[in-house]
């Protein structure tokens, strides 16, 4: 495969409009971004381009909108978070395509910076119609990827651009994929693999790819639930996704014909509200009462996961193992992440994690800087893990 082109290709674009897909779906709490970290990881190319008096226009998806735009998925409210890694003004036109986007970007002077609204605000970006994807490369003449983790959907914004103009690598998706092949490209084993958090339905399937290349799979949060459920254990009123029980067996079986250890919560801890502080107790997995919910692996299963991690050569870590924004549903989180941390400050082990909410919980438990390297991304990271091409990344290798 060709070499993709990257920023050091793009020397004389004074005056050039250049499309910067990013990943600024980051999480938000009362309209406010609690992690900034994968606007950190963006900021470098932004500024590079801007630098180079180019005018840069930020393409980025926020959420999952269902039925066009709505205010709380607006892009808009990510803006002052924006600024405020960038130290500088950023523009905002209030769609992607039409009107509101060639005028926005009619009126920019070189350097200047511009984020569109929400791509997933027009449900032809998910289908990377070519006919939107026309309307978006209207804006530009030059196509920057620097979502790598977005790079596992084939979107308008992500690869159908590529197709339609001069397309380079921004710098962290160039750093991403280099730091990846030098962590896991070759894994030492014993290759352990902590997969949680709550995108149940669009990661289920990748764990089956996964069990082949692990030693073991330990299973946390939402998906817990789910393998729980395939396997007969009333979850109550828990997050879980029932009708991918076939699924999760299917993957239980392939994984013992792999030789692969699946790993479940022996216990949890449960509540009958989602806030903060809310009255729990830990139970064991077996006893989950029907009206409670469990959100957070329990004690008894952190002393496993820390024995798994404890193992291991190698630890790839996906997805919170409890609803680590509310306290005490973070300890979990808090005590894998914080052993993980240890084991690879004595140099025994090579930690790597990715996910917009799982770097958030690093951040949560002061021990994002001492992993071997984090990821800004989640569900592209396990599909590079599986060994699979990534839309958003083969595209860059193909483009002319
Ligand atoms: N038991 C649970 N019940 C409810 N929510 C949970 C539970 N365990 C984890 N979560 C939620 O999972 C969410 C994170 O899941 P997610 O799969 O999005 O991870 P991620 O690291 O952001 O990966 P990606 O980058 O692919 O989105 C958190 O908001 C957390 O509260
Ligand atoms: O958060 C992520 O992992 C990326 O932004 C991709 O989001 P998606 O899973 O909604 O496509």
């Known amino acids: 495969m060709a070499a993709f082109k ?29 992690d900034a970290t994968r606007i950190e990881r963006v900021a470098p190319t932004i500024l590079e381009l801007s630098d180079k008096g180019a005018k ?21 409210l990510i803006i002052p978070a924006v600024e405020k890694v960038l130290d500088r003004a950023v523009l905002f036109a209030s ?33 990377n119609d070519a006919a ?7 804006n530009g003449d030059i196509y920057v990827n620097d979502a ?18 001069p397309a380079y690598a921004g710098r962290t998706m160039q750093a991403e994929l280099e730091a990846l092949e030098r962590g896991l490209g070759n894994p030492a084993r014993p290759v352990v693999a902590i997969v949680g958090g709550a995108k149940v339905s669009t990661k289920i ?7 082949k290349k692990v030693d073991a799979l330990v299973i946390g949060g939402g998906m817990a639930n789910t393998f729980l459920a395939a396997r007969g254990t009333n979850v109550g009123k828990s997050l879980c996704e029932h009708d991918l029980a076939d699924t999760a067996k299917q993957i239980m079986i392939e994984a013992a014909t792999s030789g692969c250890a699946i790993v479940l919560p022996e216990d949890g801890v449960i509540a009958r509200e989602f806030k903060a502080g809310a009255d729990n107790e830990v139970v064991s997995i077996d006893a989950i009462p029907t009206d409670a919910m469990v959100l957070d692996v329990g004690p008894k299963s952190v002393e496993a996961i820390k024995a798994w991690i404890g193992r ?8 919170p193992l409890g609803a680590f924004e509310i306290t005490p549903f973070d300890a979990a989180t808090v005590a894998a992440a914080k052993y993980a941390a240890e084991c690879t400050e004595t140099g025994k082990l090579t930690s790597v994690a990715g996910g917009g909410d799982t770097v958030s919980a690093l951040n949560h438990a002061g021990v994002a800087d001492d992993f071997t390297y984090v990821s800004t991304a989640g569900g592209a990271f396990l599909e590079w893990m599986e060994g699979k091409v990534l839309p958003g990344v083969a595209v860059l290798h193909t483009a002319k």
């Open 6 to 34: 990257t920023l050091d290709n793009l020397t004389d674009i004074t005056g050039k409009r250049v499309l910067v897909r990013v990943d600024l779906n980051v999480p938000v709490k009362d309209g406010k971004v609690t």
């Open 312 to 319: 291991a050569t190698t630890l790839v870590w996906n997805g």
């Open 148 to 165: 790598f983790s977005a790079a596992h959907r084939a979107h308008s914004s992500t690869e159908g651009l590529a197709n339609h103009l």
């Open 205 to 211: 399937d990748l764990l089956m790819n996964l069990v």
């Open 56 to 76: 840069v226009i930020l393409l980025a998806h926020f959420g999952r909108p269902k039925d066009g735009p709505s205010p709380d998925l607006s892009l808009s």
């Open 95 to 127: 769609d992607c395509v039409g009107a509101p986007a060639a005028e926005a970007v009619a009126k920019m002077n070189n350097g200047d910076i511009l984020l569109l609204e929400n791509t997933r605000f027009h449900k032809e970006e998910e289908k």
């Open 132 to 138: 939107f994807t026309e309307k978006l490369a209207a």
